[in-house]
């Protein structure tokens, strides 16, 4: 099942695509030739992986917010894709503490104003809607959470998740009937996502990168927070083998996903930093754990993914220390030649993908 073949010439809608993994999405969707219509606010920092990899280029590219149900549904129906990726969302932990009501229209009204969209979308259409890992109750376990554990969130941010994700199962029995409904619907949940073309606020790689690109100390703020750390690139595959499953098999509409790294890739905050200073110059870090006191934040959070493994036969691809690698190389030619970056962009995609074949993953076939 080669996802390129799926998507070529097929209309796919994304909401968030100016994101960090919305544009990486619309660059991969744009080297397998698909029609590509983006459904986003402008991007939220400068510099930011949209403008500077060109992606908005030979797309459609609307500037919406998913809050306007009004604008939103307009688009989608008049666009009438075929596939339907949201990712459209308030996504940093520590901003839903100072705006919990943005963060909970954005992430919940947001999501059903999309699924409002699809119940008049009068066609046969796949829609791949994605949540997050923080959608769990998560009591820090060592083991990993299943798609059927309990969902909640001590912070705003991860309960508005857990609520986007009861809105939708709700939604799929309410509207959206297995025998009979055009629309397949599904949710994707993953999280702790790095790579390259990130530069949101207070997250870990582009406090480093930023900081290190001025040769400036980078702060910690909690080093010893453990986190299944995976490239933006792992997920967004199994979004895409999720969303041709899905056009394919009607059992598996209504379904929730996981998609993480394998089990041993759990690692610290600091040792992620100190496998991102292999390649970086004169880098410079400092534990500032016990002179701030920060919201919450979760120390330990992992994902069972067997269920993408038995239905989608998919797994992650990279290994930590390749996950690291595939960032600091990308971040490298950001602010050493800005201009190559939308080179660097499609040729990570092409080695991950090389990668992912080698390993005899169906998705990656030619």
């Not at 544009?23 to 991969?28: E, F, G």
């Not at 259409?125 to 909640?152: M, P, Q």
């Not at 703020?221 to 986190?227: D, E, L, V």
Request: glycine share 6%; charged share 25%.
């Amino acid at each position: 099942m080669s996802i390129s073949k799926h998507y070529k010439n097929k209309k796919v809608l994304i909401t968030g695509h100016t994101g960090f993994k919305g544009a990486w999405l619309t660059a991969w969707l744009k080297m397998m030739g698909a029609e590509i219509c983006g459904i986003s606010l402008d991007p939220l920092t400068t510099p930011n992986h949209f403008e500077v990899a060109n992606l908005q280029k030979g797309i459609t590219d609307h500037r919406i917010d998913i809050r306007d149900r009004a604008s939103l549904e307009k688009a989608i129906l008049d666009f009438k894709p075929d596939f339907v990726f949201h990712l459209a969302a308030q996504a940093l932990v520590r901003k839903s503490y100072n705006d919990p009501l943005e963060t909970w229209n954005t992430n919940v009204m947001g999501t059903l104003h999309v699924l409002e969209a699809l119940r008049k979308l009068d066609k046969a259409c796949s829609a791949v809607l994605i949540t997050s890992d923080k959608c769990y109750d998560n009591v820090e376990w060592i083991w990993g959470y299943r798609e059927n554990d309990a969902l909640g969130g001590p912070d705003p941010y991860s309960a508005s998740k857990g609520a986007a994700e009861l809105a939708i199962k709700s939604h799929i029995k309410s509207y959206f009937p297995k025998d009979t409904s055009k629309v397949r619907i599904a949710s994707a949940r993953a999280g702790n996502v790095i790579g390259g073309g990130d530069w949101s606020e207070d997250r870990i790689i582009p406090d480093c990168v930023t900081a290190w690109a001025n040769h400036e100390t980078v702060e910690l703020r909690n080093p010893m927070a453990t986190r299944p750390w995976q490239h933006v690139l792992e997920p967004l595959s199994g979004y895409l083998s999720l969303g041709v499953h899905l056009y394919q098999n009607k059992e598996l509409h209504g379904e929730p996903f996981n998609f993480g790294p394998l089990a041993n890739q759990n690692h610290s905050v600091l040792e992620l930093v100190k496998q991102m200073s292999i390649h970086w110059n004169q880098v410079k870090w400092k534990d500032i754990s016990g002179e701030t006191k920060g919201p919450y934040e979760s120390g330990l959070l992992k994902l069972n993914c067997d269920k993408a493994l038995a239905h989608l036969n998919w797994v992650a691809v990279m290994g930590f220390e390749e996950t690291v690698q595939f960032t600091s190389e990308w971040y490298n030619t950001y602010y050493s030649n800005p201009s190559e970056i939308q080179k660097m962009t499609d040729r990570q995609i092409e080695q991950y993908q090389e990668k992912a074949k080698s390993k005899g993953l169906a998705w990656a076939n030619d």
